[in-house]
């Protein structure tokens, strides 16, 4: 089955780093995301990788994917307050072709 | 490109009545779109799938006859919850995926469901 898991909170000072952390069961995940969600709203897609990559860097994101220990996780360089949001990270077994399984959301904090 | 539009945004609607909620693609044309939902500070759970002129596919534990879907078109997706109740409230996402066959699903804004 599919299972995918984030830790619920992170706190982190203006201008350093974020690291938010997710780890899934499904090896046969084929995209894996990452969505930001701020209050009342929608979801944005952030970033995306493809499950035969290991990293994968877009101007102040990195994503980093251990196939291994399936584990996935995104690097917010130069946190801004805005970037304060529920961050889920979701897999797709099908590219595209079915729904997404979700993690828990893992809300950022960021300290002025 | 590629915006998906939910109406309304939020409804409160008595317990008993029915409310009907749209997911459009605005720019693209969807095959697939997939309704979600998601109860406060949890994450989004898959209710169905709904495919163009097809039957929609139900997720175990959700009751097709309460939450029915119609997917008329290509860029027309409606969820109806059927006799509203409390335990109904919820935040419902819709997302659609190109005909293309993109990796990429897009979200609607979600809409937000309060049953007095």
């Known amino acids: 089955g599919e299972d995918v898991e984030q830790s619920l909170f992170l706190s982190v000072r203006e201008g350093d780093s974020s690291v938010i952390n997710c780890t899934y069961t499904d090896s046969s995940s084929t995209y894996l995301y990452w969505y930001k969600q701020e209050p009342g709203a929608g979801l944005q897609l952030l970033t995306y990788i493809f499950s035969n990559m290991d990293m994968k860097q877009d101007q102040r994101l990195t994503v980093l994917l251990n196939k291994k220990d399936k584990h996935l996780s995104l690097r917010i360089a130069d946190t801004q307050t805005g970037d304060s949001a529920i961050y889920f990270c979701?897999?797709?077994?099908?590219?595209?072709?079915?729904?997404?399984?979700f993690g828990s959301g893992t809300r950022l904090q960021v300290q002025p | 490109g590629a915006v998906v539009s939910q109406h309304p945004s939020w409804v409160i609607c008595k317990s008993g009545t029915s409310v009907k909620i749209e997911c459009r693609s605005l720019d693209f044309q969807a095959t697939t779109m997939f309704w979600y939902r998601q109860f406060p500070k949890q994450s989004l759970m898959l209710m169905a799938t709904?495919?163009?002129?097809?039957?929609?596919?139900?997720e175990q534990g959700v009751e097709k006859d309460k939450f029915l879907i119609n997917h008329a078109s290509l860029t027309l997706s409606t969820l109806t919850v059927t006799s509203a109740h409390p335990e109904d409230s919820s935040f419902y996402i819709c997302?659609?995926?190109?005909?293309?066959?993109?990796?990429?699903?897009?979200f609607g804004p979600g809409t937000r469901l309060t049953v007095t």
């Open positions: 979701a897999e797709s077994i099908k590219a595209g072709r079915r729904a997404l399984t």
């Open positions: 709904s495919n163009e002129g097809s039957k929609a596919t139900y």
């Open positions: 997302s659609a995926i190109h005909t293309s066959g993109s990796y990429e699903q897009y």
